[in-house]
């Protein structure tokens, strides 16, 4: 997703999975996802490309990582056994559910634009190592 971001033209598939250093098979399965959310689009044929659906800056890390990897969850409740016994009383369950809040909260608040801004600024500036 930062890929497309620098090119509002959009890129090829094969391209950003030689930049990315990913198979193939496996960038067309999380662009197949990302198709879905609709967060991005594709042109096919000889040509072909991916592109965002929308401007960088009002697309965030939530609805990007809740795309390819589903609804936030640190844990389940179905892995504790007393929330099986007895949901209603489980205070682990509201434990639970405020972190999953405030982890989707954290994501929500960054955009693309955001995280694309500071991956070009960590290419331009990279950390000088002068250890022996």
């Given at each position: 997703?930062?890929?497309?971001?620098?090119?509002?033209?959009?890129?090829?598939?094969?391209?950003?999975?030689?930049?990315?250093?990913?198979?193939?098979?496996?960038?067309?399965?999380?662009?197949?996802?990302?198709?879905?959310?609709?967060?991005?689009?594709?042109?096919?044929?000889?040509?072909?490309?991916?592109?965002?659906?929308?401007?960088?800056?009002?697309?965030?890390?939530?609805?990007?990582?809740?795309?390819?990897?589903?609804?936030?969850?640190?844990?389940?409740?179905?892995?504790?056994?007393?929330?099986?016994?007895?949901?209603?009383?489980?205070?682990?369950?509201r434990v639970y559910s405020e972190a999953n809040?405030?982890?989707?909260?954290?994501?929500?608040?960054?955009?693309?634009?955001?995280?694309?801004?500071?991956?070009?600024?960590?290419?331009?500036?990279?950390?000088?190592?002068?250890?022996?």
């Amino acid at each position: 997703m930062i890929e497309l971001s620098h090119d509002p033209e959009g890129a090829a598939g094969h391209v950003i999975a030689k930049n990315q250093c990913l198979p193939a098979a496996y960038l067309e399965q999380i662009l197949a996802r990302l198709r879905r959310a609709k967060l991005v689009s594709s042109v096919r044929g000889a040509r072909g490309k991916f592109m965002l659906t929308g401007e960088a800056k009002s697309i965030t890390l939530a609805q990007i990582l809740e795309a390819v990897e589903g609804p936030f969850s640190i844990a389940a409740c179905e892995d504790v056994a007393h929330c099986h016994d007895n949901p209603d009383s489980c205070v682990i369950q509201r434990v639970y559910s405020e972190a999953n809040q405030l982890l989707y909260d954290y994501f929500n608040n960054i955009t693309l634009a955001e995280l694309a801004d500071q991956q070009t600024d960590q290419q331009n500036n990279p950390v000088l190592d002068y250890s022996i």
